[in-house]
C-alpha cells in the first residue's frame, strides 16, 4: 500500500531575481524543459527593470528561505553604468568585495545574447532589438522582434530539449568576462544546476560571508 505521508523535498531552494520578463520568461521555459537536477525548487522574481534589482535581491536574502538567491541581468550599453551599480550595491550590501560576481548571472550586451545560441554561434553587437531583430529572423523566422509579449511566447516556444543541449554547448566557447561583448557567465551556472551536488551554493555563501 502506497504511503499517504507527502514527501519531503530534501534538496534546496533557489531563488533567481530576474531583471524583467525575458529573463524570467526564459527560465521558466528552460524549467519547464526539466533538464536540470532534481536536487534544486527553483523560485522567478521579475524584478521589472534593473533598477529594482538590488532591494528585490537583499529583501530576498534576509527572507531566509532560500538557500541561495542569484540574478539574472543584461549589462545592457557599456559604459554598463547600471550593471555595475547593480554589482556594487550587492557587494555593499554583503560587505565583500566581488560578491556580486558569485551570484550574478549576465548576458552581454543582453539576455538575448545566451537565448540565440539555442540555435546558432553568434556574437551580438548590440542590445538594441531593431539591431538583432534581423538575426532572430534569420535563425527563427520570428518578424520584426521587439520583444512584444506575443512574440516572446513564440521565441520561447521554439526551445526545446535538443536545442538547450546545443546551447549548453556553444556558450561553452563564448567568453565570461563581462566587459567583452558576446559573453556570459550561464555556462556556469549550467553547470550547477545540472549537478546533484550542491557544494556549490555552500561554497558562493561562504565566499559571502567573507
Known sequence: MASKFPQIFTGSKICIICEGDEEYEYLEKLISLDVWSKKYIFQLENAEGNGNI???????F???????????CDTDKKPYEQYVDIKRKINEFHGVENAADQIVIYGNPCTMQIIIEHWDNVILGS???????????KLTGIEGYKGRADQRQELFSLI????????????????SDDTIEGSTNFGKSIDYFSTDSSKWIQMINRALEE
Not at 534576509?62 to 539574472?72: E, I, P
Open 62 to 72: 534576509q527572507n531566509s528561505s532560500f538557500d541561495l538567491v542569484l540574478v539574472f
Open 54 to 60: 538590488p532591494a528585490r535581491y537583499q529583501n530576498k
Open 127 to 137: 542590445h538594441k532589438k531593431k539591431k538583432n531583430a534581423p538575426i532572430i529572423f
Open 160 to 175: 526545446t530539449k535538443e536545442n538547450y543541449w546545443e546551447m549548453q554547448e556553444r556558450i561553452k566557447n563564448l567568453p
